[in-house]
C-alpha cells in the first residue's frame, strides 16, 4: 500500500503531520465508485482550519485538515465517465451529490445526501460529514463527475497553479460575498478583514466594476496588501469610528454593500481591539450600509464555540442588533459559498489574465512538513495565503 501523510489536527494551537491512510475508493464500508483519488498539487490553510486549531470549535483530536484541493487524477472509480486519470482538476470544498433538491438548485453547500448530522459537507472539517482532508499527499474526491472542475489545459493549469488553487474555496467565496451584497459597476463597497477572503473580496469587488472599495483590518500588514492593488483602507485601531473614516474616503458616512469577511472571532473596535465581541462586525456593517443595501456574511459563524466570551455566544447566540438591520431594509445573505456556481467562470477569468488573485492575496507556497509553523505564522496575521506543495510540483 503506498504512503500517505497528512495535517492532523491534535489539540489548541498544535497540528503534526502524520503518517496517515492511502485513501480507497470507498465511504465507510461501501465502495465509492463515483470517486476518484488524486495525488495533491496543492492545498491551502484557510482561516476556516484556524477557528479548529485555536480551539474554537468541536473539532476532535486528529481531524486531518483541509478542504482547499487541486490535485492530479491518478484512480478512477467505474461509474466515473468524463472525469479521467491524468486529468488537473479544482475539488470545491463543498462536498456535494448532483442529486438532491438542493444540489439540483444550485445550493451545494447544503447538500442534503454527504452529511448524517445536518445539510452540508466539507473535507477535513468540523461536524461536515467526517470526510477525510486534504491538507495530505492523496484524497479521495466522491461524486467526481459532479464535483470536480477540470482545467482544460495542463500545462497551462501548472503555469497558473498559484492563482488556480484559490477556486478551490477563497476566490469563490469573496466573490460570493461580494455578489450577494449586490456589488457592481460603481458600487462603493465596505470589506470588513483583510484576511485572504477579504483579500479575495476586495479584489472580487474591483473584477466587478465597484467604484471603490475599502477595506478595514487591525493589522498594518494586512492593510498594506490591500493597498497595493487600489483598495482604500481604514484601520480599525483607532479611534475614530468606522463610519468618520468611510466619511473621510468618500465624503458621506456610509456605502452602497458591506461584506463580512471576519465572522465570529471579530473584535471591538478602537479601545475595544484587546476583548472578543463577536457581533462587533454584523453590528458595524448595518450601521455604515445605506438604507435598502445588501450584505454579505461569508465571514464563518458557528453553532458551537468552546471558547467564546459568554454563554450566548458558545451556541452561535450573538447580540446583534437585527432592528437597525430592519429599520434600514437591509438584504442579509449568510452560509457557506456554493463554489460550483461561480469556480468555472472565475476560472476563465484567471486563465484570460483578467485578474490576479494570488498576486490579491499574497500566494506563499510552503513544502507540507512546513505546515505547522505556518499555521503559527498565519494565526500571527501573516498577510499571505499559504499553499502546501506536498509534492514539490509548484517548486519544480
Known sequence: MAANRGVAYIKPGVVEVQSIDYPKLAIGKRKCEHGVILKIISTNICGSDQHMVRGRTTAPAGLVLGHEITGKVIEAGRDVEFI??????????NIACGRCRNCKEGKTGICLNVNPARPGAAYGYVDMGGWV????????????DFNLLKFPDKDQAMAKIKDLTLLSDIFPTGYHGAVTAGVGPGTIVYVAGAGPVGLACAASCHLLGA???IVGDMIPERLKQAKSFGCEVVDLRKNATLAEQIDQIVGEPEVDAAVDCVGFEARGHGHDTKVERPATVLNAVMEVTRAGGSLGIPGLYVTGDPGAVDANAKIGMLGIRIGLGWAKSHHFTTGQCPVMKYNRQLMQCILHD??????????KTISLKDAP???????KGAAKKFVIDPHGMIAA
Request: proline residues 5%; contains cysteine.
Open 211 to 213: 467604484a471603490c472599495v
Open 84 to 93: 479521467k486519470v491524468g486529468d488537473i482538476v479544482s475539488v470545491p470544498f
Open 373 to 379: 509553523q505556518g499555521y503559527k505564522d498565519f494565526d
Open 354 to 363: 483578467k485578474i490576479k488573485i494570488a498576486k490579491a492575496v499574497n500566494v
Open 133 to 144: 482532508g486534504g491538507q495530505a499527499e492523496y484524497v479521495m474526491v466522491p461524486y467526481a
